[in-house]
């Protein structure tokens, strides 16, 4: 019986495959079913003589349609075809074609099918032999992402109807105007209702027979899919389950049961994965059913993103997203393995991305996946993914070359495939010589790539003083995309614990051996193993995976109350999976587990880490060693069960290890190309291109290569020679050092993310970090909350005049006379020094604790009349010096202040978090100083901020042909005045006439007023340029004394309280600035900071709101504008974690002023609470309404109201502290965005 393993690619499907008499096959075609050809000569209207890279026998193309590249004309069906001289004969005339046309044969079948077809010459008309097929397909995904799935319904709990249009409430891009926002995948929505508490207790009964003519309008509408989410069903699934079985009984071809696919706490991701597996299951359902009947009775397994084999019964769409990736992974497990390699790390570099993952004798998993913008939860191999790929888009930006993110894709392709299409990484390989022409399985034309390199080339000259040559531009290009794929490699190590330079590099896919020299030589990994299916290794994957099944239990209880259960629970779910392994046909006998892990977590956290189950060992002692590894410090929590993770496969055939010689006398001497098959008994040495059918390898300098036994080629470092290939010129060096800072202080927060304890921090992502010159000045931050950033130098600034920070010193405050913004928001400061003991910079992080003493829970009381009552204040102390940590100090400041901390102890874990992200900041940027130099790394921070200096002055040029001034009015009626002009190359921003210190914490200090300005200049300059203060260098910035910028003098009883001048003012400021410019409408212009709690827990969120439209774009809805960017606490957490439950989330209809084009709808929200609790509430545009621009009407106001137990609704003002009672609710209203323009009619 023939044996397949087909991996279906986005532009290509790779093909291995065993005959019955054991022969080995391999194929690679175009996933669109297409083969591509070269007219040689017209013989007629009806015939053709085409050249073709397959080779079939007669009447193969018989059935099939060709397609004429560059011509409008439709394909036309082929009749017949003569193999011997290559003839195509077509059933219709054709227009007179020129010599050397471009052509495509297509199939009307799968392409997993031609492939098979191809491989056993047999044509349409002949059936397919018996055979057996193990396929992964991005079918799936790729639907996902250009979004082409099925119509489909969404039933969700009463209240939620706009939860996958919300989201989380974060924009996607921080400094865009006109958000665009990413719609939903639904058709149609549809409330339910049914509720349950956090608890999964009924609250309200299922309304069944409100639900059936909810789908029996469905199917009149033409829609028979559907996909169900309701709150609290992994509690308890029963009214998912019954609704399912309501909707089937109605006519329902298809329902995704979110309780089925993912019984995990969260709606939104939950709601998500039950959406895209309703929104794929139609699309991928025909899919597997064309290929399954015309391979008849034969066995079809699927791969899964988890890298196992599923039976096609059991197949479901959201399982397998990442299966071509993960069948790569598989294939370099197996390669590694026999060469003898236990730890690896898989490149996969194709067309449009780069994969890599971690192998340590076992698959690394994770469990929640994030495909385009929806988040899924299913088990995967955990795959970091790049975009930069041969496809990778190369180009110059008028400061720095830049590679990708955008691509050529397949088509019009690389400019070389002579489509029209722009310079890429394909072409700059095939430009320096790395490539062969004769070798591609396609026509290519290099003088078409050579004329977009000198497009590129006067650009630079036009724009630059440099003089560069081909080779520096195009090696340029290389190192970029070099790092930025080396820095996905250190997030999937280096973020771990572990170091790259302890593994070897597996590189496969049609461009991994390219660039897996130059990606070594980066990392410091001394081996690279080249697989002989490099360029099919994704279904070499196939060939070794195994039938898998994954069964989980969420748990969510302390280790010391449950662990007494935990093998018992572990055996129960082995025998699940195994259950389920037989249903599908495999012998009990077969059967093995391969994981057993437990989830853990410290209480309180959301990050956490699987630690493998071993009765011989103790989880606690397992995770701490872990823990401590990943973060550096060990938190005085106790320890959480989040669930159990078993996996059980089919067993794994022992294997030989591959043979590769130990000397060779003899060096190959090829010069520049060479087939693999010349290494045998020679060895060689780079730089040489190694050529086989499905890829190039490129040997670089100071690297030997040895062929082994079973065709691996082998890389080893020469000891001798390590020979910089780093090109210096401003244009490249400034991109990847811009690319270096930004990783640096992205993995900064990734790391305070995971540790934190804060639902500030974990869930509502408020917190920045950042990287400052040794004058600290911001050059960097992770895209985060603007609030902060712009602040962060002012404060580094002003902590340095207090104290001194020597290396190994770590300075802790929020005093807002020291940039602080208010006091929730601590920040920790440290410096980098090089090994000589020159300063190189510093780095920062500020993250918002949840809870910091005050008058009220939450420590934002909007009755505040002195800073005092507002929290503690931490002046600027230290909390290391030199290398030791002292918490005593800080300890004490947060207890013993006259409003202390309700919670020290989660203060001091998220302290810790911070201490260790800031630690990790300053050895990773000592690491780059040491590595490039101290001269080299400071200036390209000056280059960084000239960039940012360059990008303002060219946007003020275009956006301000007149001096203006305007004022606008908070609800309370002081005024924020603002007046801009130019005068000697300057610009001026000018805030007299504002008003003065206020009575109230509407008070914002200079390094608000700071930040606000920085984040409208970067708005402004629209380049994709990380936020720095290099956007002020040619900015005169005036804050008189008043509101803006408040004296706070020793006596901290007479301080001017400031939270609201943080939260709410820096939102007003940039209105007024945004007005002043002329650019936007105002947005919702407030963050509505709810707070609530009690003596046992305080909880604070914002709320979004509409966006205001701009001349060109209708406002976005319901998300985060300008100052903020934070993400809504999921409601299943929310309800789980605190004494209050959301009946209502929901888009605020017509709420977005009218114009030209429209402003953005706000939000509606409810929440009542089950325990007595104090609120809160700091907003704004409750009073004044934000403005429409240029004729357009202004948006709604913002408004809420106490409702009581009896249902009465109380208004209240948009600045106050209520006191609510047990079932007691708010509601709030949040405006929407300004129209711009006057609407027509």
């Known amino acids: 019986m023939w044996k397949f393993w087909i991996d279906t690619g986005g532009t290509f499907t790779d093909c291995l495959a065993e005959s019955p008499e ?163 995948l639904h058709d149609s929505v549809f409330e339910v209702e049914e509720r349950l508490n956090a608890d999964g207790e009924i609250l309200v009964e299922l309304d069944e027979t409100a639900l059936k003519e909810q789908a029996l309008s469905c199917i009149e509408n033409g829609i028979t899919t559907g996909a169900i989410a309701f709150l609290h069903s992994y509690r308890n699934p029963d009214h998912e389950r019954r609704a399912g079985e309501i909707l089937r009984e109605a006519g329902f071809d298809r329902v995704s049961v979110s309780s089925e696919l993912a019984p995990m706490i969260k709606l939104l991701p939950r ?10 299951a139609p699309i991928m359902g025909a899919y597997l059913d064309a290929v399954e009947s ?84 299913a088990p995967s191999l955990r795959i970091e993914t790049v975009a930069a790929g041969g496809g990778s888009i190369c180009w110059y930006d008028g400061a720095a070359l830049r590679v990708g993110p955008e691509s050529g894709g397949a088509s019009p392709g690389p400019a070389c495939y002579g489509a029209g299409g722009p310079l890429t990484l394909t072409d700059v390989n095939l430009l320096l010589g790395r490539l062969d022409p004769s070798e591609f399985s396609i026509p290519v034309f290099p003088e078409a790539a050579a004329d977009r390199l000198e497009e590129v080339i006067s650009e630079i000259h036009s724009r630059s003083e440099e003089d560069l040559t081909e080779q520096e531009i195009l090696k340029g290009f290389l190192e970029i995309a070099n790092e930025r794929m080396a820095d996905a490699i250190r997030s999937i190590s280096l973020r771990d614990g572990y170091s790259p330079s302890e593994y070897a590099l597996v590189a496969f896919g049609g461009a991994g051996g390219l ?95 699987l630690v493998d189950w071993d009765s011989s060992r103790s989880l606690e002692a397992a995770f701490h060693e872990d823990f401590k590894k990943q973060y550096g410090f060990l938190p005085k929590q106790p320890i959480e069960v989040v669930s159990l993770k078993v996996s059980v496969a089919t067993r794994m055939p022992a294997v030989d290890e591959e043979l590769f010689p130990e000397s060779l006398d003899t060096q190959l001497k090829s010069k520049g190309f060479a087939s693999r098959d010349s290494l045998h008994g020679s060895w060689a040495k780079g730089p040489l291109s190694l050529q086989d059918e499905y890829s190039t390898t490129y040997i670089g300098d100071g690297w030997k290569a040895v062929l082994g036994d079973r065709g691996t080629v082998k890389l080893a470092r020469l000891k001798e020679e390590r020979i910089s290939q780093s090109v210096d010129f401003e244009a490249a060096q400034l991109e990847l050092f811009t690319n270096r800072y930004l990783s640096l202080v992205d993995e900064m927060g ?156 989660e203060n001091l874990s998220d302290l810790a978090a911070q201490l260790a992200s800031v630690r990790f900041g300053v050895s990773e940027l000592e690491k780059l100083i040491s590595s490039e130099g101290f001269d080299r790394s400071v200036g390209y921070m000056r280059g960084l901020k000239e960039r940012a200096r360059l990008a303002v002055a060219q946007s003020i040029n275009q956006n301000l042909n007149t001096d203006r001034k305007v004022v606008e009015r908070l609800d309370n009626g002081a005024e924020i005045a603002v007046s801009i002009k130019t005068s000697r190359k300057k610009l001026i921003i000018d805030f007299a006439g504002s008003a003065n210190e206020q009575n109230s914490s509407y008070n914002a200090t200079a390094a608000i007023v700071t930040s606000a300005v920085v984040y409208v200049l970067r708005l402004l300059a629209g380049d994709s340029i990380p936020l720095n203060e290099g956007l002020l260098d040619d900015v005169e910035l005036r804050i008189p004394e008043g509101m803006l910028n408040p004296r706070f003098p020793s006596d901290l009883t ?68 300008h100052m903020t960017n934070t993400s809504i606490t ?41 325990e007595n609790v104090e609120v809160s509430l700091l907003t704004q545009h409750r009073v004044q309404a934000p403005f429409g621009m240029e004729g357009g009407e202004n948006g709604a106001l913002g408004e809420q109201w106490k409702v009581t137990l009896d249902g009465n609704r109380f208004s209240m003002s948009g600045s106050e502290t209520r006191t609510f009672e047990a079932g007691e609710a708010i509601e709030i209203q949040t405006p929407g965005g300004g129209g711009f323009g006057r609407r027509e009619g």
């Open 22 to 184: 054991g022969g080995e096959l391999r194929s690679k075609t175009l996933s669109n079913s297409a083969i591509r050809g070269r007219v040689l000569e017209q013989l007629g209207p009806r015939a053709l003589r085409i050249d073709l890279p397959v080779d079939v026998g007669d009447d193969f193309f018989a059935g099939y349609n060709l397609d004429l590249h560059g011509r409008a004309a439709a394909p036309i069906l082929i009749e017949s075809w003569r193999a011997e001289e290559s003839i195509v004969f077509l059933r219709e005339d054709m227009p007179e074609l020129l010599d050397q046309a471009l052509c495509s044969l297509k199939s009307p079948e799968e392409a997993p099918l031609l492939a098979i077809r191809l491989l056993t010459k047999r044509r349409l008309n002949e059936s397919l032999p018996p055979l057996e097929m193990r396929l992964a397909t991005t079918r799936g995904t790729n639907a996902l992402l250009e979004e082409k799935g099925a119509r489909i319904a969404f039933f969700v709990t009463s209240g939620f109807r706009d939860l996958l249009r919300i989201g989380d409430q974060r924009r996607p891009d921080l400094f865009e105007l006109g958000i665009r926002k990413r719609q939903p």
């Open 750 to 905: 990734r790391l305070l993310e995971r540790s934190a304890f804060s639902t500030n921090v974990k869930e509502r992502m408020d917190f920045s970090c950042a990287l400052l010159d040794a004058e600290g000045f911001l050059i960097a931050n992770a895209p985060h909350i603007p609030v902060h950033l712009g602040a962060l130098g002012v404060c580094v600034r002003s902590v340095c005049e207090a104290l001194d920070i020597g290396p190994g010193d770590i300075v802790v405050t929020n005093h807002p006379r020291f940039g602080g913004s208010h006091l929730p928001d601590i920040t920790l400061v440290a410096s980098a020094f090089s090994k000589d003991g020159k300063r190189i910079g510093f780095i920062a992080n500020r993250a918002h604790h949840a809870e910091l003493g005050g008058i009220s829970p939450g420590s934002m009381p909007p009755r505040a009349r002195s800073l005092i009552e507002e929290g503690v204040v931490i002046e600027p102390m230290y909390l290391a010096r030199g290398g030791t940590i002292d918490w005593e100090p800080v300890k004490s400041a947060l207890k013993n202040f006259p409003f202390p901390t309700r919670n020290l102890q």
């Open 515 to 609: 660039h897996a020299c130059a990606i070594a030589d980066i990392l410091g990994m001394d081996t690279i193993l080249l697989p002989s299916d490099a360029g099919l290794l994704s279904a070499l994957g196939l060939k070794y995976s195994r039938m898998e099944e994954f069964s989980e239990r969420q748990i969510l209880e302390t280790l010391s109350i449950c662990e007494i259960g935990i093998p018992k629970w572990i055996e129960e779910l082995e025998s699940e999976a195994k259950r389920s392994l037989v249903i599908q046909g495999v012998s009990p006998s077969d059967l093995e587990r391969e994981t057993a892990r437990v989830e853990l977590r410290f209480q309180g956290q959301e990050a956490s880490l």
């Open 271 to 280: 709601a998500e994965t039950a959406v895209v597996d309703a929104y794929l």
């Open 1130 to 1170: 999921d409601p299943e957490i929310l309800e789980w974690r605190y004494p209050a439950r959301v009946e209502l989330f929901s888009l605020r209809a017509d709420s977005g002023g009218k114009g030209a084009h429209n402003g953005g709808d706000g939000l509606r929200r409810r929440i009542r609470f089950t």
């Open 294 to 377: 015309a391979v008849g009775e034969s066995r079809l397994s699927v791969m899964t993103s988890s890298g196992g084999l599923v039976s096609r019964p059991r197949y479901r769409p959201k399982d397998s997203l990442l299966s071509g990736p993960a069948g790569g992974v598989v294939g370099a497990s197996r390669v590694g393995t026999v060469a003898g390699a236990r730890r690896l790390i898989a490149f996969d570099m194709g067309g449009t991305s780069t994969d890599v993952s971690r192998y340590d004798g076992r698959f690394d998993y994770q469990f929640q996946q994030t495909i385009g913008n929806a988040k899924v939860y």
């Open 1054 to 1121: 007479k301080c001017p309280p400031v939270v609201a001048g943080n939260v709410e003012v820096s939102q007003r400021i940039v209105d007024t600035l945004l007005k002043a410019f002329g650019v936007s409408a105002c947005s919702q212009g407030t963050m509505n900071n709810l707070i609530f709690g009690n003596d046992q827990a305080s909880y604070y969120e914002t709320i979004a709101g509409g966006e205001g439209a701009t001349s060109d774009k209708s406002g976005a809805s319901g998300l985060h504008t």
